[in-house]
């Protein structure tokens, strides 16, 4: 089995592939992401020009794939149009909620001009923790500030403290703030 990198770097935002070439592989070709790279299995005979067609055709699909599994800011706005429906009352407006790259925060809100930002780390994970982090940050349109009508706010969904938990152990794991909530 041979290996030789087709695109080494991701250059042009283009995922790199690696050829994996097997004498034992007769005639499929395979394509699969691993670490962010795309492995393709061919099999050992397959002249290098027929390789790189099916380097591109693979990373199309895989490509494809990929953007079609990724959250988007229209998937967050309907969670989050369901979440105030259900424990807010539908009673909360905001002007826009999106992700955005923050490296220390899970999520954060301007009340006055009605800006909610979720960590663009957050789309991996689980539902009912990112379902936490809206009902955090769509609290915050009706409370500024993190006092006991916050929380009482907040702990209107159920998973508020088991949530809080999972996130306090992502951060330690990750050797993230020490801040009680990091959530803001």
Same mark, same amino acid.
């Given at each position: 089995?041979?290996?030789?990198?087709?695109?080494?770097?991701?250059?042009?935002?283009?995922?790199?592939?690696?050829?994996?070439?097997?004498?034992?592989?007769?005639?499929?070709?395979?394509?699969?992401?691993? $670490?962010?790279?795309?492995?393709?299995?061919?099999?050992?005979?397959?002249?290098?020009?027929?390789?790189?067609?099916?380097?591109?055709?693979?990373?199309?699909?895989?490509?494809?794939?990929?953007?079609?599994?990724?959250?988007? $800011?229209? $998937?967050?706005?309907?969670?989050?149009?369901?979440?105030?429906?259900?424990?807010?009352?539908?009673?909360?407006?905001?002007?826009?909620?999106?992700?955005?790259?923050?490296?220390?925060?899970?999520?954060?809100?301007?009340?006055?001009?009605?800006?909610?930002?979720?960590?663009?780390?957050?789309?991996?994970?689980?539902?009912?923790?990112?379902?936490?982090?809206?009902?955090?940050?769509?609290?915050?349109?009706?409370?500024?500030?993190?006092?006991?009508?916050?929380?009482?706010?907040?702990?209107?969904?159920?998973?508020?403290?088991?949530?809080?938990?999972?996130?306090?152990?992502?951060?330690?794991?990750?050797?993230?703030?020490?801040?009680?909530?990091?959530?803001?």
């Amino acid at each position: 089995m041979t290996t030789g990198e087709r695109d080494g770097s991701s250059e042009n935002g283009r995922t790199p592939v690696r050829v994996v070439a097997s004498p034992r592989r007769r005639s499929t070709v395979s394509a699969r992401l691993v $670490d962010g790279v795309i492995e393709l299995r061919v099999p050992s005979w397959m002249p290098p020009a027929e390789r790189d067609r099916w380097a591109d055709r693979m990373r199309e699909r895989i490509e494809r794939r990929v953007r079609r599994a990724r959250p988007t $800011d229209t $998937d967050l706005e309907q969670r989050a149009r369901m979440l105030n429906r259900r424990h807010f009352d539908g009673r909360l407006s905001w002007s826009s909620i999106s992700y955005a790259p923050q490296r220390r925060r899970w999520g954060s809100c301007s009340p006055a001009a009605g800006v909610i930002r979720i960590s663009s780390r957050a789309a991996t994970l689980p539902g009912w923790v990112l379902d936490y982090l809206l009902v955090h940050e769509l609290a915050h349109l009706e409370v500024a500030g993190h006092g006991p009508q916050f929380w009482r706010l907040v702990n209107r969904y159920p998973l508020t403290e088991r949530s809080r938990g999972y996130l306090m152990a992502l951060d330690h794991r990750a050797g993230g703030p020490d801040e009680p909530d990091p959530v803001d």
